[in-house]
């Protein structure tokens, strides 16, 4: 952990960035509309363990890691499968298979850089062919402005697994903290189809329910299923688990995961096994981001490809300009909502149920006269982020 300099910095940030939601009333459909259909089973569903080396979980022996998931309610260990362009033996068919056998079901995951997308692409196929249940792409600080090696890969990865395989997006969870991170390609459309924000709460140094509500609000505007990843390296205390795991069961969620089998301990092999109760009277905020003119970054990049999916014209730039106020008002005074102009509430609830323009981005590429085509980079890809909630240190490679 820092030092309490930065975990008051972290604070302040996180406080000044729930100080702009949209909070609307609290509602029972917490995960809210989506115009996306997820697969008929979902894979991640349950409760999850993170493996980095396997030979760090019980030996390495499928008999072992499957016995001690048994007895702490786990149901789905998620293996790395492979780092850039490389891929790791440690995720083999036999081991897949044997754990399988003895009731797991088990997805691999990969770490990608965006250096040479087509074969990081062909690393994620390859661990799909050795039997995985799904894939879980961990695209982190690397892949920041990489628009067009996010499209690329996607794509490629795509074409060689299929529209419909599973696929999760694990990465920042503070989506405003990231404004040139490609959050909408990963989980647009042909994306992933589910989300995994990297939710480490005492990394972050906040709260457990500071840090969810703000994962949650800020990530939700891209409509996939929310399965968030929790922590229990570092040492965080019993209750902290319990009540991430509550969090996740109020707000409707159908699975959460943790890194990492190898840092957990004693106490927190304890906590995330076995039941929890709901919480009484707690009800999530039907809350989405608010943006108005002026705002910049990936989120107003994804709000304009609603737009235009929607029939209503903006240039899809990352900049919420003139244009594209001119379309939230054309949209809300078609749906006799009040006309600000913003990105409010009751206008994400609308722009959610149209589907998204496809864009295939690159580096300055011309833009076709018809048709999803491509798209110079946007604007919005230069920015810088605006803090790492989740410092070097503790990222993944």
Same mark, same amino acid.
């Given at each position: 952990?820092?030092?309490?300099?930065?975990?008051?910095?972290?604070?302040?940030?996180?406080?000044?960035?729930?100080?702009?939601?949209?909070?609307?009333? $609290?509602?029972?459909? !917490?995960?809210? &509309?989506?115009?996306?259909?997820? *697969? %008929?089973?979902?894979?991640?569903?349950?409760? +999850?363990?993170?493996?980095?080396?396997?030979?760090?979980?019980?030996?390495?022996?499928?008999?072992?890691?499957?016995?001690?998931?048994?007895?702490?309610?786990?149901?789905?260990?998620?293996?790395?499968?492979?780092?850039?362009?490389?891929?790791?033996?440690?995720?083999?068919?036999?081991?897949?298979?044997?754990?399988?056998?003895?009731?797991?079901?088990?997805?691999?995951?990969?770490?990608?850089?965006?250096?040479?997308?087509?074969?990081?692409?062909?690393?994620?196929?390859?661990?799909?062919?050795?039997?995985?249940?799904?894939?879980?792409?961990?695209?982190?600080?690397?892949?920041?402005?990489?628009?067009?090696?996010?499209?690329?890969?996607?794509?490629?990865?795509?074409?060689?697994?299929?529209?419909?395989? $599973?696929?999760?997006? !694990?990465?920042? &969870?503070?989506?405003?903290?990231? *404004? %040139?991170?490609?959050?909408?390609?990963?989980? +647009?459309?042909?994306?992933?189809?589910?989300?995994?924000?990297?939710?480490?709460?005492?990394?972050?140094?906040?709260?457990?329910?500071?840090?969810?509500?703000?994962?949650?609000?800020?990530?939700?505007?891209?409509?996939?299923?929310?399965?968030?990843?929790?922590?229990?390296?570092?040492?965080?205390?019993?209750?902290?688990?319990?009540?991430?795991?509550?969090?996740?069961?109020?707000?409707?969620?159908?699975?959460?995961?943790?890194?990492?089998?190898?840092?957990?301990?004693?106490?927190?092999?304890?906590?995330?096994?076995?039941g929890v109760k709901p919480l009484?009277?707690?009800?999530?905020?039907?809350?989405?981001?608010?943006?108005?003119?002026?705002?910049?970054?990936?989120?107003?990049?994804?709000?304009?490809?609603?737009?235009?999916?929607?029939?209503?014209?903006?240039?899809?730039?990352?900049?919420?300009?003139?244009?594209?106020?001119?379309?939230?008002?054309?949209?809300?005074?078609?749906?006799?909502?009040?006309?600000?102009?913003?990105?409010?509430?009751?206008?994400?609830?609308?722009?959610?149920?149209?589907?998204?323009?496809?864009?295939?981005?690159?580096?300055?590429?011309?833009?076709?006269?018809?048709?999803?085509?491509?798209?110079?980079?946007?604007?919005?890809?230069?920015?810088?982020?605006?803090?790492?909630?989740?410092?070097?240190?503790h990222r993944r490679r």
């Amino acid at each position: 952990m820092a030092a309490s300099g930065r975990t008051r910095a972290a604070l302040a940030a996180c406080s000044a960035a729930l100080a702009v939601l949209a909070l609307g009333a $609290p509602s029972a459909s !917490a995960q809210g &509309p989506s115009p996306f259909t997820p *697969p %008929a089973s979902n894979p991640m569903r349950g409760d +999850g363990m993170w493996i980095w080396y396997v030979n760090r979980a019980q030996g390495g022996k499928a008999k072992g890691i499957a016995a001690k998931a048994r007895n702490r309610g786990i149901e789905v260990v998620l293996i790395k499968s492979g780092d850039a362009g490389t891929t790791w033996r440690q995720f083999s068919p036999s081991l897949v298979a044997n754990l399988k056998r003895r009731g797991l079901r088990v997805c691999a995951w990969q770490f990608v850089y965006g250096r040479n997308p087509v074969a990081e692409a062909r690393v994620g196929a390859a661990s799909v062919a050795r039997g995985a249940d799904c894939l879980i792409i961990d695209a982190e600080g690397h892949y920041e402005g990489r628009y067009e090696e996010a499209s690329t890969y996607m794509a490629t990865l795509r074409g060689l697994i299929g529209r419909d395989y $599973p696929l999760g997006l !694990a990465t920042f &969870p503070y989506v405003d903290y990231h *404004p %040139a991170f490609p959050y909408s390609v990963f989980l +647009g459309p042909g994306g992933a189809q589910y989300n995994l924000p990297q939710l480490y709460w005492k990394t972050i140094g906040a709260k457990v329910d500071e840090a969810f509500v703000h994962t949650y609000v800020f990530n939700r505007a891209y409509g996939r299923p929310i399965l968030p990843l929790g922590q229990v390296y570092l040492n965080p205390k019993k209750k902290q688990i319990k009540r991430f795991r509550r969090l996740a069961l109020a707000h409707g969620m159908e699975g959460v995961s943790w890194w990492s089998w190898q840092h957990a301990g004693k106490r927190q092999w304890k906590a995330v096994g076995g039941g929890v109760k709901p919480l009484s009277g707690y009800a999530p905020y039907d809350s989405f981001p608010f943006l108005t003119l002026g705002a910049k970054g990936d989120l107003v990049a994804w709000a304009q490809q609603l737009l235009v999916g929607g029939g209503y014209s903006t240039p899809i730039t990352g900049y919420f300009e003139s244009p594209t106020e001119a379309a939230v008002l054309a949209l809300q005074a078609s749906r006799g909502l009040a006309q600000t102009g913003d990105l409010d509430v009751p206008t994400w609830n609308v722009l959610l149920t149209f589907q998204p323009q496809p864009v295939r981005w690159t580096d300055g590429g011309a833009v076709p006269a018809a048709g999803p085509g491509a798209l110079p980079e946007p604007r919005s890809a230069d920015l810088p982020a605006r803090a790492y909630e989740i410092p070097p240190p503790h990222r993944r490679r």
